[in-house]
């Protein structure tokens, strides 16, 4: 007993503090157990912040959001009903402990049919829609008065389960397809997939130091090369850049700018919304040197409570604004800055509205003037 206090205490004194997991052993639940959160990028299975034992000494302090996972997102906390949660908000003090009770498993809850909103299916698996040898998940949404000898504007967005509701992944979600049947808007959109822990890889044009990546020009040919021909032939979209547009949230931000320089002859805009750009620093020196032949619609979102940088990031978001502008004249950059505004969900889905009617008045101004 008194080794087992001591290697306690000397454990207690080495490290900020100490997080101890609640749980019924008798319910199914992940074999290994993480918290991802604010501080590591949201990556689930994170080995530094796995648990021992249903213990987790960390050297975290002051605000952190987060949940408790298993190796992906496919595993997460949830209700006693297996329903989804909101995030853990925690103020770390150095040298205390923590009791995090978890009454469920969202990824774990008895399998039962995905009730989706109007307008939205699911692709079948094929050959065009395997990335690295393995099936991933797409949906599409239609416009509410789709009409199939009509043409329409085509949007790809990222992380697509946390996109519409009655889907598996955050649990609040953008609700694009109830906000685009409220505006009548004709846009249908491609909603891809994250892949689950190579997440970060895939929506990174470079490594990190700290968090690794690095592999997002394979991640975007594999929509130019295969996704967008595959949409092109089974859906009534124009396809070419003056109507395809691409968008995401945090890491999805990052790679959407991205895309803009690597495939400029496919998509011409893009939506950021709270973009990752302290991730790969490099890429505003990118932009900055790009000069575009063709306008390129860029609509910036960022809020001023995001993360614990918050001023810096906003100010990354305006540095590039600046940077593309004065790169090229071509460059049509809209940036919208919320004082309140978090890196949740429920932030992109209040403004989501805003930022599809400023694309769609850019689109057609853009049809107007033949650029």
């Known amino acids: 007993m008194r080794i087992f ?4 205490l000397s454990q207690f004194c080495l490290a900020q503090s100490l997080l101890l997991l609640e749980r019924d052993k008798l319910q199914l ?4 157990l ?3 959160g604010d501080f590591n990028n949201w990556q689930a299975g994170d080995s530094n912040y796995a648990f021992v034992n249903d213990s987790l000494w960390t050297e975290l302090s002051g605000k952190i959001s987060f949940k408790v996972t298993g190796k992906s997102w496919q595993e997460v906390e949830a209700s006693a009903q297996h329903m989804p949660i909101t995030n853990r908000e925690l103020f770390i003090k150095n040298q205390q402990s923590y009791k995090l009770q978890v009454l469920g498993w969202e990824g774990l809850k008895p399998n039962a049919p995905a009730v989706l909103p109007r307008g939205l299916t699911k692709l079948m698996p094929s050959q065009e ?3 690295q040898g393995k099936e991933r998940s797409i949906w599409v949404y239609l416009p509410k008065n789709f009409n199939k000898e009509e043409n329409y504007p085509l949007l790809y967005l990222h992380d697509g389960q946390n996109l519409f509701s009655g889907l598996r992944g955050s649990p609040q ?3 694009i397809a109830e906000t685009l049947d409220s505006l009548n808007s004709n846009f249908i ?3 891809i997939a994250h892949g689950e822990e190579k997440r970060i890889a895939e929506l990174s044009p470079y490594p990190n130091s ?3 990546g690095g592999a997002g020009d394979q991640y975007l040919q594999f929509i130019a090369q295969q996704l967008h021909p595959f949409i092109k032939e089974h859906y009534p979209v124009y396809g070419e850049r003056a109507h395809t547009f691409i968008g995401g949230s945090s890491l999805g931000a990052l790679i959407s700018v991205h895309a803009l320089l690597k495939h400029q002859d496919l998509f011409g805009g893009a939506l950021v919304f709270s973009p990752s750009y302290w991730f790969n620093p490099q890429l505003a020196e990118d932009a900055s040197g790009y000069s575009q ?4 619609f860029v609509y910036q979102l960022i809020g001023g409570n995001e993360g614990r940088d918050a001023q810096s990031n906003v100010q990354l978001v305006l540095d590039m604004e600046k940077g593309l502008q004065s790169a090229s004249k071509n460059w049509i950059v809209e940036t919208k800055v919320v004082a309140k505004g978090e890196h949740n969900e429920l932030f992109w889905h209040k403004e989501f509205p805003a930022a599809i009617l400023w694309l769609s008045e850019q689109m057609r101004n853009n049809d107007g003037a033949r650029n």
């Open 29 to 32: 639940s992940p074999s290994q």
């Open 173 to 175: 979600k953008w609700q």
């Open 293 to 296: 032949k063709k306008r390129t």
């Open 210 to 212: 700290n968090y690794g």
């Open 189 to 191: 959109i491609v909603a």
């Open 129 to 131: 829609l395997t990335y």
């Open 5 to 8: 206090l001591f290697l306690f």
């Open 34 to 36: 993480f918290i991802a």
